[in-house]
């Protein structure tokens, strides 16, 4: 696996995100949804190029999180009025974001003139409504925050490192968990850390920068910046697996050269056939899941439904959730293997009934 740092500005992205509970309005879903719901709702109008709705988007989608526990008694919603400019001129929106409380019984709002950070807007909705939000306790952090000193102890070693050189007003981010990946941030205008910054050329945010596994002689980072894009770029680079939202793809685990053994696999002959070619294949490589596929290959000599009955099994554990999140990975990771081999099982019994 190829490590790497890659520096990159806080405001990026937010790699592990979940879905907004912020309801999304068109003009046909705004009536219905708004002034003939018989509920209050507090209403963003903004437009996606909007620098100022950009970052109240964050504070919006942790607003609408906090009360979605009360959802029948309030709605959080959002209306892109550059798209659906008849809706923002309906209501008399001349700039963004623009914010109105709906009562809920008619198509006359009242202006919301409180500020846009979140403790204002909880007191404003509190206030209309007599409902108090939920907060969620934020999880401690596993950024790990680098200065001057740490910095060059931290990069060249054995583990991938992503750094975010970033200013006090830039906002948060978060990465996925990877056993290999250090996590980190640099203030670049704190005093202990602004001289890193200085030596990197970093006279912007975001500035982000690849460093290979090694060497502390950076390339830059010149794809696009949305999460998917960097997630790709990620992928690719350090051998990770991820997808937009932090969870593993479909080939996380899985063994090219393992899985070309099991394709040898042939009518008739079954797992058998492969068992030990497998395991003494397994035992030259260094990849984490190589022995598990040994081990499953002599469970398919003895039965080929075992695969089907232990991905069901792992199946569970996942929908049943409150895994910790190595230990998810590694579940996720173990039913991608399984499939592989659920998948020659399959195609050995098509191929016996083509002959038949």
């Keep these: 696996m190829n490590s790497f740092l890659l520096f990159v500005g806080l405001s990026l992205f937010s790699l592990g995100c979940v879905a907004s509970s912020v309801l999304d309005l068109t003009p046909k879903t705004f009536d219905s949804a708004i002034i003939n719901s018989g509920k209050?709702?507090?209403?963003?109008?903004?437009?996606?190029?909007?620098?100022?709705?950009?970052?109240?988007?964050?504070i919006y989608d942790e607003l609408a999180s906090n009360l979605a526990f009360a959802s029948e008694k309030v709605?959080?919603?959002?209306?892109?009025?550059?798209?659906?400019?008849?809706?923002?001129?309906?209501?008399?929106?001349q700039g963004f974001p623009t914010l109105k409380w709906f009562d809920g019984k008619s198509d006359k709002p009242v202006d919301y003139t409180g500020g846009r950070d979140l403790d204002s807007l909880t007191s404003w909705v509190t206030d209309k409504t007599g409902v108090k939000a939920k907060t969620k306790k934020p999880a401690?952090?596993?950024?790990?925050?680098?200065?001057?000193?740490?910095?060059?102890?931290?990069?060249?070693?054995?583990?991938?490192?992503?750094?975010?050189?970033?200013?006090?007003?830039?906002?948060p981010s978060s990465f996925m968990e990877e056993p290999t990946v250090v996590v980190a941030k640099v203030d670049a205008e704190a005093e202990n850390s602004k001289a890193t910054a200085k030596d990197q050329?970093?006279?912007?945010?975001?500035?982000?920068?690849?460093?290979?596994?090694?060497?502390?002689?950076?390339?830059?980072?010149?794809?696009?910046?949305?999460?998917?894009?960097?997630?790709?770029?990620?992928?690719?680079?350090?051998?990770?697996?991820r997808m937009v939202g932090g969870g593993l793809d479909s080939s996380a685990g899985t063994v090219d050269t393992l899985d070309a053994i099991l394709k040898t696999v042939t009518a008739g002959q079954g797992f058998e056939s492969v068992s030990d070619e497998l395991s003494k294949t397994a035992g030259t490589l260094k990849d984490k899941y190589a022995e598990y596929y040994s081990k499953v290959?002599?469970?398919?000599?003895?039965?080929?439904?075992?695969?089907?009955?232990?991905?069901?099994?792992?199946?569970?554990?996942?929908?049943?959730?409150?895994?910790?999140?190595?230990?998810?990975?590694?579940?996720?990771?173990?039913?991608?293997?399984l499939r592989r081999f659920i998948g020659d099982v399959e195609e050995e019994v098509k191929t016996v009934k083509e002959e038949l």
């Design 40 to 58: 209050p709702s507090l209403v963003e109008f903004f437009a996606p190029w909007c620098g100022h709705c950009k970052n109240l988007a964050p």
């Design 201 to 241: 050329g970093v006279t912007s945010y975001p500035t982000i920068k690849y460093f290979p596994k090694g060497s502390k002689t950076p390339i830059a980072y010149e794809d696009a910046r949305s999460e998917e894009a960097f997630i790709t770029y990620l992928n690719e680079k350090a051998g990770t697996h």
């Design 140 to 171: 401690p952090s596993a950024v790990k925050m680098l200065t001057d000193k740490s910095f060059g102890e931290e990069i060249g070693g054995d583990k991938d490192v992503l750094v975010a050189f970033t200013a006090p007003w830039c906002g």
């Design 75 to 93: 709605t959080i919603a959002k209306v892109d009025a550059d798209e659906h400019k008849d809706l923002g001129k309906r209501f008399g929106v």
């Design 297 to 337: 290959a002599k469970k398919m000599a003895a039965s080929n439904e075992y695969a089907r009955k232990e991905l069901r099994r792992l199946e569970g554990i996942l929908k049943k959730g409150g895994l910790a999140p190595t230990k998810k990975d590694d579940v996720t990771s173990r039913t991608n293997i």
